[in-house]
């Protein structure tokens, strides 16, 4: 499963067979800020573009080979971003995939039923309109969200985390309380939605822990 560098995104060789992790943080320039535009971000939105960055990170996909995946968030949450991933990469964590969300039109619901792990969308929270979610601040991840829905009741998102939404047994790509994913991002003080009393967000962590 190759993922296309995006717009903005130096060109560099594909990852080689025992390759260790890389992490790296650039500026938005104006390829990436074209496509962004009208998509993931808009007028109007809470963040400035300048105040975003793009990481391109290695991770483990699911069959356990390196692949270098992208995500944007605040530039204060940057480096603490690389120091999460490069810890999940160490540990061995899969994660399905890693594209921009605006690969998706930055439709929230079509990356995740292509269980694609992404970072910032400026968007509302789910159901409360203008309510920014903490994706728009670019200060919150959605970690492989298929095999980690938001469940409420009867409620999954999305449709394809249903086999999921009971968490046992444990399986690849699942986040679990008290386990490697959540202890990795609580050391850079970001917070899980699993652990959200109500309505559970599994695959969601922020900043703010909401």
Not at 117 to 135: D, I, K, L, M, Y
Not at 143 to 158: A, F, K, R, T, W
């Amino acid at each position: 499963m190759a993922v296309a560098a995006p717009a903005g995104a130096p060109a560099d060789p594909a990852p080689r067979a025992g390759e260790g992790f890389q992490g790296r943080i650039f500026r938005i320039d104006r390829d990436l800020r074209e496509r962004m535009v009208g998509s993931s971000w808009h007028r109007g939105c809470p963040v400035r573009l300048a105040d975003l960055r793009l990481l391109r990170l290695s991770y483990r996909d699911f069959d356990g080979d390196v692949r270098r995946g992208y995500l944007v968030v605040h530039e204060t949450a940057a480096p603490r971003m690389v120091k999460a991933f490069g810890r999940l990469f160490n540990a061995g964590y899969r994660i399905r995939r890693m594209r921009l969300v605006d690969a998706y039109g930055a439709d929230d619901h079509r990356s995740m039923n292509a269980d694609n792990t992404s970072a910032f969308n400026c968007r509302e929270v789910a159901g409360q309109p203008g309510v920014w979610s903490r994706h728009a601040y670019g200060r919150a991840i959605d970690i492989n969200p298929v095999e980690n829905p938001y469940v409420s009741g009867s409620h999954v998102s999305p449709a394809r985390g249903r086999p999921f939404a009971d968490r046992y047994p444990r399986r690849k790509g699942m986040i679990s309380a008290g386990g490697r994913v959540v202890r990795i991002f609580a050391a850079i003080g970001w917070g899980w939605g699993g652990d959200w009393a109500g309505a559970k967000d599994y695959q969601h962590f922020s900043a703010s822990g909401d």
